[in-house]
T-cell receptor
Framework: AQSVTQPDIHITVSEGASLELRCNYS??????LFWYVQSPGQGLQLLLK??????LVQGIKGFEAEFKRSQSSFNLRKPSVHWSDAAEYFC????????????FGGGTRLMVKP | DAGVIQSPRHEVTEMGQEVTLRCKPI?????LFWYRQTMMRGLELLIY????????DSGMPEDRFSAKMPNASFSTLKIQPSEPRDSAVYFC????????????FGAGTRLSVL
């Protein structure tokens, strides 16, 4: 069964600092990988996704993520964090073999210090 | 398009009462997903539909939960009878394709069962 682990439950960074959120997945073949963001009181919004090809993918709001097959990781990065980035971030994995279902990690709550 | 619309946004009910949550997906989307989000269990897929047909309901916690999709523009999630442990935020999402496509989430229904 596919699974996703986000090791960091909470992260606090200063505004303007760089950010990296970790995500590890467990799946036999190449999965479809996603990062979603959830602002307080809102639903989830897609930041970026990886299916194949270039392992560094660009998303909205200045985010990027890198797929590393050897490490089974798909970490999310941003070079300079803005206060509006404070939210909860979810990594997710899907595959056709898993019946088209999306499996989410536990989420990482990001706080931004002024 | 207005996006995925869920109603009500908040629901407070007493244990034993029937609760019905509603969802209107984005027009043209063939897939509809129901999720539940709690602090303890994170984001869980309850059931999903393809072309109005339930495909996988293995995430439905027990027989008290049921979901229907009578047409392409409407779905309901019903809990009967409700219990305090059902308190959570319930999200509906729709997608134009399988789970490898972006899922568009509604704002959620926050359910409190007293």
């Amino acid at each position: 069964a596919q699974s996703v682990t986000q090791p960091d439950i909470h992260i606090t960074v200063s505004e303007g600092a760089s950010l990296e959120l970790r995500c590890n997945y467990s799946y036999g073949a190449t999965p479809y990988l996603f990062w979603y963001v959830q602002s307080p009181g809102q639903g989830l919004q897609l930041l970026l996704k990886y299916f194949s090809g270039d392992t560094l993918v660009q998303g909205i709001k200045g985010f990027e993520a890198e797929f590393k097959r050897s490490q089974s990781s798909f970490n999310l990065r941003k070079p300079s964090v803005h206060w509006s980035d404070a939210a909860e971030y979810f990594c997710a994995v899907a595959s056709r073999n898993a019946g088209n279902m999306l499996t989410f990690g536990g989420g990482t709550r990001l706080m931004v210090k002024p | 398009d207005a996006g995925v619309i869920q109603s009500p946004r908040h629901e407070v009910t007493e244990m034993g009462q029937e609760v019905t949550l509603r969802c209107k997906p984005i027009s043209g989307h063939d897939y509809l997903f129901w999720y539940r989000q709690t602090m303890m269990r994170g984001l869980e897929l309850l059931i999903y539909f393809n072309n109005n047909v339930p495909i996988d309901d293995s995430g439905m916690p027990e027989d008290r939960f049921s979901a229907k999709m009578p047409n392409a523009s409407f779905s309901t999630l019903k809990i009967q009878p409700s219990e305090p442990r059902d308190s959570a935020v319930y999200f509906c999402a729709s997608s134009p394709g399988g789970a490898w496509q972006e899922q568009y989430f509604g704002a959620g229904t926050r359910l409190s069962v007293l």
